[in-house]
């Protein structure tokens, strides 16, 4: 194995990497909303529900009261939730980054083909380097 195969498999295993840990992130912060949102869409009409006198049975309404408290402390149905924002979040970072990770996954695999991956993984971080983080040749936000 030459030494521009195993720089592009370092290159392609970084990639992937960072592509991974960003799925990660974007996972755990998709995660975090879904579960809010959950709570959110769910509380109200149980809060309405539990203030609302149909009859004027005491125990009725001690009832819809207790009903409420135990769902607001009920966290399975979040936990459920956020499960489902994580791999959403997840894979909607990775297919976003497909073309990335299709470079990576080429720089990690094969021999000749894995160094013009690297080489397009290369072209690919000095594109996000120069465009998004440094802002050159990005048209202005504000005039």
């Known amino acids: 194995m030459g030494k521009y195969s195993i720089i592009s498999k370092g290159i ?3 990639a ?3 592509m991974l840990y960003d799925a990660g992130r974007a996972g755990v912060v998709n995660s975090a909303k879904t579960q809010k949102c959950y709570t959110a869409d769910r509380l109200p009409d149980q809060y309405i ?3 609302r006198m149909n009859d004027n049975s005491a125990i009725g ?3 819809k ?3 409420f408290k135990w769902q607001m402390d009920d966290n399975i149905g979040e936990f459920f939730s956020s499960i489902g924002g994580f791999f959403s979040g997840a894979g909607t970072s990775l297919v976003s980054n497909v073309i990335p990770a299709a470079l990576a996954t080429g720089a990690i695999m094969f021999k000749k083909a894995g160094k013009f991956c690297g080489l397009g ?3 690919c971080g000095a594109k996000y380097l120069l465009y ?3 802002n ?3 048209p202005k936000q504000i005039t």
């Open 132 to 134: 998004d983080v440094l």
């Open 121 to 123: 993984l290369l072209a």
């Open 49 to 51: 529900n539990s203030m």
């Open 136 to 138: 050159v040749g990005k």
């Open 61 to 63: 309404n001690k009832l």
């Open 12 to 14: 392609g295993a970084a």
């Open 16 to 18: 992937a990497g960072m």
């Open 65 to 67: 009261k207790g009903l």
